[in-house]
């Protein structure tokens, strides 16, 4: 999952055990072709989707993007790799989002915690309905080893940035519990989204869960 607001995930996937060299993703990325970037990701999440993680085949990957295996192996370094990548992705661009969606409410002069708080759970939610096949695939317990610790530490992140962005006191076990409860609301919803039929449904949650998110964020009088 990802912050409402700010990036913690890039340093933190170099954590992940069992890669190579000592970043989460080659080096070789930085210079990477898009279009050869998006044919090997397109086919990556394809296979995954179909087979899972443990049973997706490189040779498979590498045939429906067209691209041979040693050049995989050259930029992903294997399913790690690449399902790192779309986990990077999926990240950056709702992060994108909702930075983006936070700086147009501040523009206009919003500088309401809990309204700045929905606005970005909004953003999100609609980033995760956007991007429902990825965010569907990614949400599965078939991943990387190791991935599922890396996964909790962003989640903690998450939960601190939500902290920060709602102005609560996290020296205060309810304040921390509440930002906690809040969290979860968004990454539940956002796991329904990925199984929702049509655009009305998606809305109708997004709209359900942020009249849920306005009425948790009051603080207690």
Known sequence: MS?????????????????????????????????????LL???????????????????IAARSGIPVGTLFQHYGGKRGLYLALWEEFREEQERRTAATLASERSR???DPIALFVAGARAYLEGAWDNRRLGRFLVEDDSPAGFDALRRQWDRAWVRRNARL?????????????????????GGAARELGDCQDETEAREIVDEVCGILIHLSTPPC
């Open 109 to 111: 002069g919003v500088d």
């Open 166 to 186: 709602l102005e609560v006191d996290e020296r205060r076990r309810a304040g921390r519990v509440r930002v906690s409860v809040l969290t979860t609301v968004i």
């Open 42 to 60: 397109d086919a990556a999440l394809e296979v995954f989707t179909e087979r899972g993680y443990t049973d997706a085949g490189l040779t498979e």
């Open 3 to 39: 912050g409402i607001a700010e990036s913690a995930g890039t340093e933190a996937a170099r954590q992940l055990p069992g890669r190579q060299g000592d970043g989460g993703l080659p080096e070789e990325l930085a210079g990477q072709s898009p279009t050869l970037r998006r044919a």
